[in-house]
Protein backbone atom coordinates (compact mmCIF):
# COMPACT_ATOMS: atom_id res chain seq x y z
CA UNK A 1 0.00 0.00 0.00
CA UNK A 2 1.89 3.39 -0.95
CA UNK A 3 1.19 6.12 1.07
CA UNK A 4 0.88 9.02 -1.58
CA UNK A 5 0.88 12.64 0.44
CA UNK A 6 0.02 15.12 -1.92
CA UNK A 7 -0.30 18.11 1.00
CA UNK A 8 3.86 16.79 2.30
CA UNK A 9 4.30 15.60 -1.57
CA UNK A 10 5.87 12.40 -0.68
CA UNK A 11 4.92 8.97 -1.47
CA UNK A 12 6.43 6.10 0.90
CA UNK A 13 6.75 2.31 -0.62
CA UNK A 14 7.18 -0.62 1.18
CA UNK A 15 9.96 -3.06 0.22
CA UNK A 16 10.24 -6.48 1.92
CA UNK A 17 13.33 -8.95 1.53
CA UNK A 18 12.19 -12.53 1.86
CA UNK A 19 14.11 -15.95 2.11
CA UNK A 20 15.03 -18.52 3.86
CA UNK A 21 17.21 -18.27 7.07
CA UNK A 22 20.61 -17.20 6.60
CA UNK A 23 20.16 -16.08 2.94
CA UNK A 24 21.42 -12.58 3.68
CA UNK A 25 18.36 -10.08 4.01
CA UNK A 26 20.14 -7.99 7.04
CA UNK A 27 23.36 -8.57 5.05
CA UNK A 28 21.70 -6.79 1.67
CA UNK A 29 20.25 -3.84 4.30
CA UNK A 30 23.52 -3.76 6.22
CA UNK A 31 25.62 -2.56 3.30
CA UNK A 32 22.71 -0.75 1.47
CA UNK A 33 22.61 1.33 4.89
CA UNK A 34 26.63 1.62 4.51
CA UNK A 35 26.88 2.89 1.29
CA UNK A 36 24.37 5.59 1.31
CA UNK A 37 24.87 8.83 2.28
CA UNK A 38 24.09 10.45 5.47
CA UNK A 39 21.06 12.53 4.43
CA UNK A 40 19.26 9.98 2.09
CA UNK A 41 19.23 7.24 4.84
CA UNK A 42 17.45 7.05 8.23
CA UNK A 43 18.25 4.55 10.87
CA UNK A 44 18.90 1.02 9.94
CA UNK A 45 16.99 -1.33 13.20
CA UNK A 46 17.77 -4.82 14.04
CA UNK A 47 15.53 -6.41 16.11
CA UNK A 48 17.65 -9.63 16.70
CA UNK A 49 18.58 -11.87 18.58
CA UNK A 50 21.97 -11.82 20.52
CA UNK A 51 23.09 -13.96 17.68
CA UNK A 52 22.26 -11.90 15.36
CA UNK A 53 18.76 -13.64 13.83
CA UNK A 54 16.60 -11.74 13.08
CA UNK A 55 13.84 -11.86 15.71
CA UNK A 56 10.74 -8.99 14.24
CA UNK A 57 12.14 -7.11 11.56
CA UNK A 58 15.23 -4.75 10.17
CA UNK A 59 13.61 -1.74 8.63
CA UNK A 60 15.83 0.72 7.00
CA UNK A 61 14.49 3.92 5.75
CA UNK A 62 15.91 5.20 2.60
CA UNK A 63 15.11 8.36 0.78
CA UNK A 64 15.44 8.30 -3.03
CA UNK A 65 15.23 12.26 -4.02
CA UNK A 66 12.20 13.37 -6.06
CA UNK A 67 10.48 11.84 -8.78
CA UNK A 68 8.06 14.92 -10.83
CA UNK A 69 8.39 17.05 -7.18
CA UNK A 70 6.91 13.49 -4.79
CA UNK A 71 10.02 13.09 -2.55
CA UNK A 72 10.15 9.28 -2.80
CA UNK A 73 10.74 7.29 0.35
CA UNK A 74 11.38 3.70 0.04
CA UNK A 75 11.07 1.51 3.36
CA UNK A 76 13.33 -1.44 3.54
CA UNK A 77 11.58 -4.54 5.69
CA UNK A 78 13.48 -8.12 5.90
CA UNK A 79 11.31 -10.67 7.66
CA UNK A 80 12.86 -13.24 9.97
CA UNK A 81 13.86 -16.24 8.08
CA UNK A 82 13.76 -19.22 10.34
CA UNK A 83 10.22 -21.37 9.36
CA UNK A 84 9.40 -21.01 12.86
CA UNK A 85 8.58 -17.04 12.61
CA UNK A 86 6.06 -17.62 10.11
CA UNK A 87 3.37 -15.22 12.19
CA UNK A 88 5.84 -12.38 12.32
CA UNK A 89 7.04 -12.46 8.66
CA UNK A 90 2.87 -12.78 8.04
CA UNK A 91 2.53 -9.21 9.63
CA UNK A 92 5.36 -7.67 7.93
CA UNK A 93 3.91 -8.39 4.67
CA UNK A 94 0.80 -5.63 5.11
CA UNK A 95 0.82 -3.12 3.28
CA UNK A 96 4.05 -4.18 0.85
CA UNK A 97 4.31 -2.73 -2.62
CA UNK A 98 7.31 -4.83 -3.80
CA UNK A 99 8.76 -7.67 -2.93
CA UNK A 100 12.94 -8.90 -2.83
CA UNK A 101 13.33 -12.83 -2.67
CA UNK A 102 16.86 -13.85 -1.18
CA UNK A 103 17.77 -17.16 -2.37
CA UNK A 104 20.73 -18.77 -0.89
CA UNK A 105 23.15 -20.36 -3.65
CA UNK A 106 24.30 -23.43 -1.70
CA UNK A 107 23.34 -26.82 -2.98
CA UNK A 108 22.01 -27.77 0.62
CA UNK A 109 19.95 -24.66 0.85
CA UNK A 110 17.93 -25.01 -1.44
CA UNK A 111 15.33 -27.46 -0.66
CA UNK A 112 14.65 -24.32 1.86
CA UNK A 113 14.79 -21.85 -0.38
CA UNK A 114 11.84 -23.37 -2.38
CA UNK A 115 10.02 -23.88 1.00
CA UNK A 116 10.38 -20.09 1.60
CA UNK A 117 9.35 -18.98 -1.70
CA UNK A 118 6.29 -21.39 -1.05
CA UNK A 119 5.76 -19.76 1.80
CA UNK A 120 6.14 -16.10 0.32
CA UNK A 121 3.70 -16.84 -2.38
CA UNK A 122 0.47 -18.46 0.43
CA UNK A 123 1.71 -15.60 2.97
CA UNK A 124 0.93 -13.29 0.19
CA UNK A 125 -2.12 -14.69 -0.65
CA UNK A 126 -3.67 -14.59 2.89
CA UNK A 127 -2.76 -10.59 3.05
CA UNK A 128 -4.86 -10.32 -0.36
CA UNK A 129 -1.83 -10.28 -3.21
CA UNK A 130 -0.87 -12.00 -5.96
CA UNK A 131 2.53 -13.41 -6.02
CA UNK A 132 2.23 -13.48 -10.00
CA UNK A 133 0.96 -9.51 -10.09
CA UNK A 134 3.06 -7.82 -7.31
CA UNK A 135 6.24 -5.86 -8.33
CA UNK A 136 8.95 -8.89 -7.64
CA UNK A 137 12.83 -9.69 -8.27
CA UNK A 138 14.63 -12.70 -7.34
CA UNK A 139 18.36 -12.67 -6.21
CA UNK A 140 20.54 -15.79 -6.12
CA UNK A 141 22.95 -14.65 -3.22
CA UNK A 142 26.58 -15.86 -1.98
CA UNK A 143 27.76 -16.68 -5.90
CA UNK A 144 31.42 -16.67 -4.63
CA UNK A 145 30.50 -19.78 -2.52
CA UNK A 146 32.39 -23.14 -3.71
CA UNK A 147 28.88 -24.83 -3.03
CA UNK A 148 26.59 -22.65 -4.76
CA UNK A 149 24.56 -24.21 -8.11
CA UNK A 150 24.83 -22.93 -11.12
CA UNK A 151 23.31 -19.96 -11.68
CA UNK A 152 21.09 -21.42 -14.70
CA UNK A 153 19.47 -24.83 -12.18
CA UNK A 154 18.30 -22.12 -9.65
CA UNK A 155 17.02 -20.14 -12.40
CA UNK A 156 14.54 -22.94 -13.46
CA UNK A 157 13.72 -24.09 -9.83
CA UNK A 158 13.52 -20.68 -8.28
CA UNK A 159 12.22 -18.38 -11.10
CA UNK A 160 8.90 -17.77 -10.77
CA UNK A 161 7.37 -15.59 -13.46
CA UNK A 162 10.56 -14.25 -15.37
CA UNK A 163 10.90 -11.65 -12.80
CA UNK A 164 14.25 -9.94 -13.04
CA UNK A 165 17.12 -12.34 -11.56
CA UNK A 166 20.16 -11.19 -9.95
CA UNK A 167 23.36 -12.80 -8.84
CA UNK A 168 24.82 -11.50 -5.83
CA UNK A 169 27.52 -11.21 -2.85
CA UNK A 170 25.83 -9.36 -0.40
CA UNK A 171 28.78 -9.42 1.66
CA UNK A 172 30.88 -7.46 -0.69
CA UNK A 173 27.54 -5.72 -2.00
CA UNK A 174 27.51 -7.48 -5.28
CA UNK A 175 24.11 -6.96 -7.23
CA UNK A 176 22.67 -5.48 -3.92
CA UNK A 177 21.86 -2.14 -5.72
CA UNK A 178 20.97 -3.49 -8.74
CA UNK A 179 18.38 -5.83 -6.88
CA UNK A 180 16.72 -2.94 -5.30
CA UNK A 181 16.77 -0.76 -8.07
CA UNK A 182 14.77 -3.38 -10.40
CA UNK A 183 12.42 -3.66 -7.47
CA UNK A 184 11.47 0.07 -6.83
CA UNK A 185 11.62 0.22 -10.80
CA UNK A 186 8.70 -1.79 -10.50
CA UNK A 187 6.73 0.01 -7.89
CA UNK A 188 6.93 3.14 -9.23
CA UNK A 189 5.75 1.58 -12.75
CA UNK A 190 2.94 0.13 -10.60
CA UNK A 191 1.91 3.77 -9.39
CA UNK A 192 1.91 4.83 -12.87
CA UNK A 193 -0.99 2.52 -13.85
CA UNK A 194 -3.34 3.61 -10.83
CA UNK B 1 -7.99 -7.87 -2.33
CA UNK B 2 -5.46 -5.68 -0.40
CA UNK B 3 -6.72 -2.22 0.81
CA UNK B 4 -6.31 0.43 -1.46
CA UNK B 5 -3.24 3.12 -1.65
CA UNK B 6 -3.74 6.09 1.14
CA UNK B 7 -3.98 8.86 -0.67
CA UNK B 8 -3.73 12.30 1.90
CA UNK B 9 -4.92 15.80 0.61
CA UNK B 10 -4.32 19.36 1.73
CA UNK B 11 -7.22 19.77 3.44
CA UNK B 12 -7.98 16.25 5.79
CA UNK B 13 -3.80 17.21 6.22
CA UNK B 14 -4.86 20.48 7.98
CA UNK B 15 -7.75 19.09 9.78
CA UNK B 16 -5.84 16.27 11.04
CA UNK B 17 -3.08 18.14 12.05
CA UNK B 18 -5.64 20.77 14.07
CA UNK B 19 -7.12 17.76 15.41
CA UNK B 20 -3.23 16.69 17.10
CA UNK B 21 -2.57 19.77 18.08
CA UNK B 22 -5.76 20.65 20.33
CA UNK B 23 -5.30 16.55 21.66
CA UNK B 24 -1.75 17.50 22.17
CA UNK B 25 -2.70 20.95 24.26
CA UNK B 26 -5.60 19.03 25.88
CA UNK B 27 -3.68 16.63 27.25
CA UNK B 28 -0.55 18.18 27.77
CA UNK B 29 1.27 15.98 26.16
CA UNK B 30 4.78 15.64 24.84
CA UNK B 31 3.91 14.52 21.23
CA UNK B 32 1.09 13.60 19.73
CA UNK B 33 2.06 11.38 16.61
CA UNK B 34 -0.57 9.56 13.94
CA UNK B 35 0.82 6.46 12.15
CA UNK B 36 -0.84 4.26 9.75
CA UNK B 37 -0.94 0.71 10.09
CA UNK B 38 1.60 -0.09 7.91
CA UNK B 39 4.42 2.13 9.72
CA UNK B 40 3.51 5.14 7.74
CA UNK B 41 4.57 8.08 9.52
CA UNK B 42 0.97 10.51 8.59
CA UNK B 43 1.15 13.76 10.82
CA UNK B 44 2.94 14.61 14.02
CA UNK B 45 2.37 17.58 16.26
CA UNK B 46 4.53 18.83 19.46
CA UNK B 47 8.57 19.10 20.01
CA UNK B 48 10.11 16.45 17.72
CA UNK B 49 13.41 17.47 18.37
CA UNK B 50 15.96 14.50 19.06
CA UNK B 51 12.82 11.84 17.92
CA UNK B 52 13.67 10.06 15.03
CA UNK B 53 10.31 10.15 13.86
CA UNK B 54 10.40 7.64 10.81
CA UNK B 55 11.63 4.85 13.49
CA UNK B 56 8.80 5.65 16.05
CA UNK B 57 6.63 5.23 12.90
CA UNK B 58 7.53 1.79 12.26
CA UNK B 59 8.19 0.60 15.39
CA UNK B 60 4.43 1.42 16.60
CA UNK B 61 3.16 -0.36 13.35
CA UNK B 62 5.81 -3.25 14.49
CA UNK B 63 4.59 -3.34 18.40
CA UNK B 64 0.43 -3.35 16.85
CA UNK B 65 0.81 -6.02 14.48
CA UNK B 66 2.34 -8.09 16.89
CA UNK B 67 -0.42 -7.61 19.90
CA UNK B 68 -2.95 -7.64 16.66
CA UNK B 69 -1.65 -11.47 16.32
CA UNK B 70 -1.39 -11.74 20.02
CA UNK B 71 -5.30 -10.83 20.32
CA UNK B 72 -6.56 -13.30 17.71
CA UNK B 73 -4.23 -16.19 19.07
CA UNK B 74 -6.70 -15.75 21.94
CA UNK B 75 -9.58 -15.11 19.98
CA UNK B 76 -10.31 -11.27 21.00
CA UNK B 77 -10.42 -9.01 17.57
CA UNK B 78 -8.09 -6.49 18.75
CA UNK B 79 -6.65 -4.68 21.57
CA UNK B 80 -7.70 -1.32 21.06
CA UNK B 81 -5.30 0.35 23.85
CA UNK B 82 -1.44 0.01 23.89
CA UNK B 83 0.31 1.45 27.05
CA UNK B 84 4.10 1.60 27.81
CA UNK B 85 5.35 2.99 30.84
CA UNK B 86 8.72 4.52 31.65
CA UNK B 87 10.83 6.18 34.56
CA UNK B 88 10.27 9.53 32.50
CA UNK B 89 7.90 9.21 29.32
CA UNK B 90 4.94 6.70 28.82
CA UNK B 91 3.29 5.60 25.37
CA UNK B 92 -0.24 5.75 24.89
CA UNK B 93 -1.05 3.92 21.45
CA UNK B 94 -4.42 3.46 20.28
CA UNK B 95 -6.33 2.28 16.69
CA UNK B 96 -8.71 5.15 14.96
CA UNK B 97 -11.06 3.67 12.62
CA UNK B 98 -9.24 0.39 12.74
CA UNK B 99 -6.97 1.81 10.07
CA UNK B 100 -4.28 4.70 11.98
CA UNK B 101 -2.01 4.15 14.82
CA UNK B 102 -2.56 7.16 17.15
CA UNK B 103 0.35 7.52 19.70
CA UNK B 104 0.50 10.54 22.52
CA UNK B 105 4.00 10.79 24.68
CA UNK B 106 3.70 12.32 27.97
CA UNK B 107 5.72 12.91 31.03
CA UNK B 108 4.67 13.43 34.38
CA UNK B 109 3.30 16.66 33.75
CA UNK B 110 -0.22 14.65 32.54
CA UNK B 111 -1.59 11.33 33.30
CA UNK B 112 -2.91 8.42 31.93
CA UNK B 113 -6.22 9.18 32.46
CA UNK B 114 -6.35 12.30 30.83
CA UNK B 115 -4.69 11.15 27.92
CA UNK B 116 -7.54 8.72 27.64
CA UNK B 117 -10.44 11.07 27.74
CA UNK B 118 -8.92 13.36 25.62
CA UNK B 119 -7.77 10.29 22.85
CA UNK B 120 -11.05 9.45 23.31
CA UNK B 121 -12.86 12.76 21.98
CA UNK B 122 -9.64 13.57 19.07
CA UNK B 123 -9.99 9.87 17.89
CA UNK B 124 -14.06 10.28 17.04
CA UNK B 125 -12.84 13.50 15.34
CA UNK B 126 -10.33 11.62 13.55
CA UNK B 127 -12.74 9.14 12.53
CA UNK B 128 -14.91 11.36 10.59
CA UNK B 129 -11.75 13.08 8.88
CA UNK B 130 -10.50 9.74 7.63
CA UNK B 131 -14.03 8.53 6.47
CA UNK B 132 -14.41 12.08 4.49
CA UNK B 133 -10.85 11.04 3.12
CA UNK B 134 -11.80 7.49 1.65
CA UNK B 135 -14.46 8.42 0.10
CA UNK B 136 -13.04 11.62 -1.60
CA UNK B 137 -10.17 8.83 -2.21
CA UNK B 138 -12.72 7.00 -3.85
CA UNK B 139 -14.32 9.64 -5.56
CA UNK B 140 -11.02 10.58 -7.26
CA UNK B 141 -10.44 6.90 -8.61
CA UNK B 142 -13.58 6.55 -9.94
CA UNK B 143 -13.25 10.09 -11.98
CA UNK B 144 -10.62 9.83 -15.29
CA UNK B 145 -10.58 13.59 -15.76
CA UNK B 146 -8.83 13.74 -12.26
CA UNK B 147 -6.12 10.73 -13.29
CA UNK B 148 -4.35 13.27 -14.99
CA UNK B 149 -3.28 15.43 -12.24
CA UNK B 150 -2.03 12.12 -11.06
CA UNK B 151 2.22 13.32 -10.67
CA UNK B 152 2.84 9.46 -11.77
CA UNK B 153 1.23 9.11 -15.03
CA UNK B 154 3.97 11.05 -17.03
CA UNK B 155 6.65 8.95 -14.98
CA UNK B 156 9.61 8.13 -17.49
CA UNK B 157 12.85 5.18 -17.07
CA UNK B 158 14.70 8.26 -17.39
CA UNK B 159 13.51 9.56 -14.20
CA UNK B 160 13.60 6.28 -11.86
CA UNK B 161 16.85 5.91 -13.51
CA UNK B 162 18.14 9.39 -12.02
CA UNK B 163 16.96 8.73 -8.31
CA UNK B 164 20.06 5.91 -8.35
CA UNK B 165 22.09 7.79 -9.80
CA UNK B 166 24.76 8.87 -7.53
Known sequence: ????????????????????????????????????????????????????????????????????????????????????????????????????????????RMEANIESLQNLEKNLKEQGYDLKTIPYALQFNKRD???????????????FKGEPTFEAVAMNGTGVFDTLKAVAKLVLTELKKK | MAAPDLVMYE????QIKDILHRLQVDSNSKIVFLV???????????????????S??????????????????????????????????????????????????????????????????ASGELEKTFEQLLKKAEADRGNQANRFDSPFAEITDEDIDSLFSE
Request: charged share 25%; aromatic share 10%.
Open chain 2, 36 to 54: DKNGQQIASQGDMRGVDAT
Open chain 1, 145 to 159: LPTALPADDMYRQLN
Open chain 2, 56 to 121: LASLTAGNVAATDGLAKLIGEKEFSILFHEGERDNIHISLVAQRVILVVIFDEKSSLGLVRLRVKK
Open chain 1, 1 to 108: MTFINYAAREINCKIVYYGPGLCGKTTNLQWIYDKTNPQAKGKLISLATETDRTLFFDFLPLDLGTVRGFKTRFHLYTVPGQVFYDASRKLILKGVDGVIFVADSQEP
Open chain 2, 11 to 14: EEYQ
